[in-house]
DNA sequence: AATGAATGAGTCTTCATTCAT
DNA sequence: GATGAATGAAGACTCATTCAT
């Protein structure tokens, strides 16, 4: 009989998953420490080897685990709306992954934004089931004539994911001023379905 | 009598400066090495510090150095042409910049992404004559109707940068593949100015 | 489970103290290298900072060991005897604490001579107690006309202590020769006592 | 001809022992720094080495000179009074010479009672016709009944000597708050002379 | 499995000294 | 002789990782 549960092998697991995300999030990788990392999970520096084998290898798992959570929203995709309104609920979808999981979102966009080559390849990894759920909505609205067709969509999708990402970064450096996480959605969608060229009346 | 004379002294300090972005954009700051900089100079270790009296302080020069670069051009604005035109022009003068100084924008680039609380501010203080200057080239737009007058042009501009920086993180992340730097100003312009919305027949 | 128990713990940090002792007494605390004290010690240079943040905390440790042991001293004063008696007895005890810890007490009477702004507050703060003892021998001698009442007592503790020290300095600047150890507690209470004027026929 | 005059040389010279035992008196030898003293004299720092082959020579530059004018006294002793007039007179020549030289003289009672393998040979040097001076006051009161005879003279000499530092010392380390250098020269022969012992009405 | 002390390679930074001008 | 930039050896301190308990 093991001396932990499964179970709760994996609760100090997750809470040293939770306790590196923040420290990530608030230091980047190099000035993180693992000390700071295991007082924050409430256990012992040595046993953050026990579950991780090295200080990369956790910062990979909290990668992963900030991309998976994000990508799982779109395994349920909202159906049946315009494209715009599939969009926006994407995003909407989005945006309560960052809200429950601040501190994941963070290392992940950060580190998308940042083109280390120690890490870039890790996020284009794991953000690569994300991009390509969004390619499939962009497609169809290309099929259904509500979306350009003069671009690649691939390329429309990480443009679209890229400017969520954006607003994330002006959200979290204005010290949550503009945007607030509420307004991401519309502005997302705003910004990558109509631009600021002038109106004719429709829209937001 | 000096040993240098003030334009040698200069000298050395752009080959630090230049030495300096090199590591800074591609390790990042914390990975960066003092050793390093200082061999690719051509200095020794401690001349670094007759120039620069902390590995902090040298960073903040480079990132002047790339925010000044990039300012200049906003003084030089191409006049007469549309908003579209206008835009179009401050991308393509900003991506000659970056040609130009590649190292220094992507330091610069990748600490805007990066919100880091050390060296956010920096960053914030530098690039803030530009957003301004973009602020005032959107605002004639929206005087003369060329560009939605239904979001605060302060918050247009900074999308309008932001789409820039996104592209350049997409460069450089891809490896140069796409997009590359020629389509950066039109791509950037199109995103910002159209949207993703449907054509009438127009634009691209 | 800890690795080391609190006993262990205490051992190396005892090491360590004594270690550091012997350097800065030989060198002086800007001379004194960490390497060296590790070494002496028997650990590594790293685990040095695991018991002092810092060499300047290492070296106040090392001052407060010191005065420490000075001070205990006073807590067992000699009563009964004359005052003459009495301080004799205190400089021999004193003597006994030197003969013990030369290295600790070279350094508190190294630093208490030197008046460096850095160190001169430490030792101050740490003799204080050792002070304040022998300040209450003078006025009980002073109370019962054994010694002058025209200076002040604090004055003449601080003489008192002050030749005790001049005595260590001659000792350990002679390389041993004169004064020994041995003698320094007669001629102390011979040269605060009697002083250089003619003798009527008593004394030493 | 030379570019500069043996004055202008010599004033320069002077100018930079000054600095030093400035620098020195304040921070030690080893936090001494040759860019504070070259400043603090007006030159660049290259022109120190021009003068002193040396931090180390330097040093020994500013003892010797602190010991020279020290000694000086002791060539000009005063004559005809009791030895106690006399041992005041010198002591109170001495702290004309602290006065002039402050920084200087506390450089070598800081040395004189650091007992550093590497500078105390110098203060001892040094100081030699200084203490075999005051010997030589001793054995004339000694001759005249007026000093003990039990006590080797040049031991005598060196409490002498000892308790006269060892007042400046109390009073750079009270910050001058208690002794005054006006008290020095009388405290300094009465704890000599007088010791602590009871009075039969005679004394300060 | 958990612990936390020990380790030592790796870094920034300082500063006496040199030497080209 | 004066200058001050260049040098590089040296030192304090950090921290991911190991491992005895």
């Known amino acids: 009989m093991p001396r932990l549960t499964a179970a709760a092998k994996t609760e100090v697991r997750e809470r040293l998953l939770a306790a590196a995300a923040e420290e990530f999030a608030a230091a980047g990788f190099d000035a993180a420490r693992i000390d700071t990392i295991a007082a924050r999970a409430g256990v012992a520096k040595g046993s953050v080897y026990n579950y991780f084998s090295t200080k990369e290898d956790l910062f990979a798992a909290v990668i992963a685990e900030g ?15 315009t494209t715009r309104e599939t969009l926006e609920a994407l995003a909407a979808a989005d945006v309560e992954v960052v ?76 010290g949550g001023t503009w945007p607030t996480l509420d307004e991401i959605p519309r502005l997302a969608v705003t910004l990558f379905y109509d631009g600021a060229g002038p109106r004719d009346g429709s829209s937001s």
């Open 67 to 81: 991309a998976r959570a994000a990508a799982e929203n779109f395994h349920r995709l909202p159906t049946g709306g």
């Open 99 to 174: 809200r429950a999981q601040e501190a994941f979102q963070k290392v992940v966009v950060r580190e998308a934004m940042s083109f280390r080559p120690t890490t870039y390849p890790l996020v284009v990894e794991h953000l690569a089931p994300y991009i390509s759920a969004v390619t499939g909505v962009i497609e169809s609205g290309v099929a259904s004539g509500e979306v350009r067709s003069d671009q690649p969509s691939a390329q429309l999708a990480l443009a679209f994911v890229g400017i969520l990402g954006l607003l994330y970064v002006q959200h979290w450096g204005s």
